[in-house]
């Protein structure tokens, strides 16, 4: 359900201002367990899809988390092990 509206804000269809759907979409990525995801990339790559209907892009998590400081990285593990979706 909430990657439908994800979906839904990616295509600004749920509000009439655009940084509506935006606000929106960024909160909802955090309650869909990827809040290190950056909203407006993930957009665009959408976007780009219907429009030149190809997959222009790919996301590759393990990338992101080796770039990430040791305390934080630490967190995300600890919060992974307790079942709470951070990734």
């Known amino acids: 359900e909430e990657e439908r509206r994800v979906h839904e804000f990616a295509h600004s269809t ?5 940084e509506w759907n935006t606000a929106a979409g960024v909160a909802m990525m955090w309650l869909c367990g990827c809040p290190y995801v950056d909203f407006v990339h993930c957009k665009r790559i959408h976007i ?3 429009k030149d209907r190809a997959d222009t ?3 590759d998590h393990q990338e992101d988390l080796r770039k990430l400081r040791a305390p934080l990285l630490n967190a995300v593990y600890a919060l992974e092990y307790f079942y709470m979706p951070v990734v």
């Open 57 to 59: 892009g790919s996301f």
């Open 14 to 18: 749920l509000f009439l201002e655009s």
């Open 48 to 50: 780009a899809h219907h």
